[in-house]
């Protein structure tokens, strides 16, 4: 089992950055794709972005592409959004994932067995 503390939200004005980050611990991370997801207000989770733990392929959802930077420390076992020209249509608590390699798709909420608290990020117009 895989667990997972987001960390990193707040409130920043839109054009601003945030950096958030993923701590994950109790089994090592070589067979697990990570991603992080958002769900704002009355809307369905969605997918952000994703990254293999071996080998750093990533993927990212079209509305964050060229903005959004996904990362991985392999010393501190966490992965790192790096957000910027934020949009107030960011706001959304961000969740971190972990998805077993071969369990459906990374693009798929329902992929991922462990999740995080999640943590807020509001964009101000």
């Known amino acids: 089992q895989v667990q997972l503390v987001e960390s990193g939200g707040g409130l920043v004005q839109a054009g601003g950055s945030l950096r958030l980050s993923c701590a994950a611990s109790g089994r090592t991370l070589s067979g697990y794709f990570m991603g992080w997801f958002r769900q704002a207000p009355g809307k369905e989770r969605e997918f952000v972005a994703a990254l293999a733990w071996i080998g750093g392929n990533s993927a990212y959802a079209d509305s964050v592409k060229g903005r959004f930077t996904i990362s991985r420390d392999n010393a501190k076992s966490t992965v790192n959004l790096e957000m910027s020209s934020l949009k107030p249509e960011d706001t959304a608590v961000y969740y971190c994932?972990?998805?077993?390699?071969?369990?459906?798709?990374?693009?798929?909420?329902?992929?991922?067995?462990?999740w995080g608290q999640g943590t807020q990020v509001t964009v101000s117009s």
């Open positions: 994932g972990a998805r077993r390699i071969g369990y459906g798709s990374m693009y798929d909420g329902r992929a991922y067995g462990n």
